[in-house]
């Protein structure tokens, strides 16, 4: 459904264009993730739900994916209006 918006979201990784938020770097430091395991996620994943931000109107995505150590991990990215690929937060899903 969201098969667009996926593959330039992976463009942007591929190319270096995104930018983390602190937000989603404490988490990421929080559950012991590498920048490369947030890469993996978006490249190995799917989109799971579009939801609209209520502050911003602005459109993010949550997404599923693997870590480099075969973890499952979500997180929540958008494209910002510079068209960079922004992670708002990263986390772990428990088993």
Known sequence: MFKSILKLMR?????????????????????????????SVIL?????????????????YRIKGRTIKEVDAELIAKISPTGKLVIITVYILQK
Request: charge should be negative; hydrophobic fraction near 30%; aromatic fraction near 6%.
């Open 44 to 60: 190995t994943g799917e989109i799971l739900e579009r939801q609209k931000d209520s502050m911003t109107a602005e459109w993010k």
């Open 11 to 39: 463009e942007r990784i591929r190319k270096s264009q995104y930018v983390m938020t602190l937000h989603a770097e404490e988490e990421m430091n929080d559950d012991q993730l590498s920048i490369y395991d947030i890469e």
